[in-house]
């Protein structure tokens, strides 16, 4: 069974900074892209970030560009998101997703989802 666990989420005031992280279990995606989406309150789900199976490509969403850092490490079956410069609209649930088509217009389509972990900037 595929398993896709986040951690890191939290509270932390505009200005400061957060890494969130997605543990896989139940296959290995070394060879899969992977990446984190956001669901806002009242919001549709978007796209954060993607990153292909080396981790030599990665794609964002031009809101979150020059302040979030996607990595993944093979070895662990990991993915994380270093988030810098929060702001109060960055605060959403975020879900990390992997395998799928990761497209290189910065669409991705995934096949596996976690449960997400809350994100919450302070003004």
């Known amino acids: 069974q595929v398993r896709l666990v986040e951690s890191g989420g939290g509270l932390v005031q505009a200005g400061g900074s957060l890494s969130v992280s997605c543990a896989a279990s139940g296959r290995a995606f070394s060879s899969d892209a992977m990446g984190w989406f956001r669901q806002a309150p009242g919001k549709e789900r978007e796209f954060v970030a993607g990153?292909?199976?080396?981790?030599?490509?990665?794609y964002y969403a031009d809101s979150v560009k020059g302040r979030f850092t996607i990595s993944r490490d093979n070895a662990k079956n990991t993915l994380h998101l270093q988030m810098n410069m929060l702001k109060p609209e960055d605060t959403a649930v975020y879900y990390c997703?992997?395998?799928?088509?990761?497209?290189?217009?910065?669409?991705?389509?995934?096949?596996?989802w976690g449960q997400g972990t809350q994100v919450t900037v302070s003004s």
């Open positions: 997703a992997a395998a799928g088509v990761l497209y290189g217009n910065s669409r991705y389509d995934p096949r596996y």
């Open positions: 990153v292909s199976w080396s981790g030599h490509s990665t």
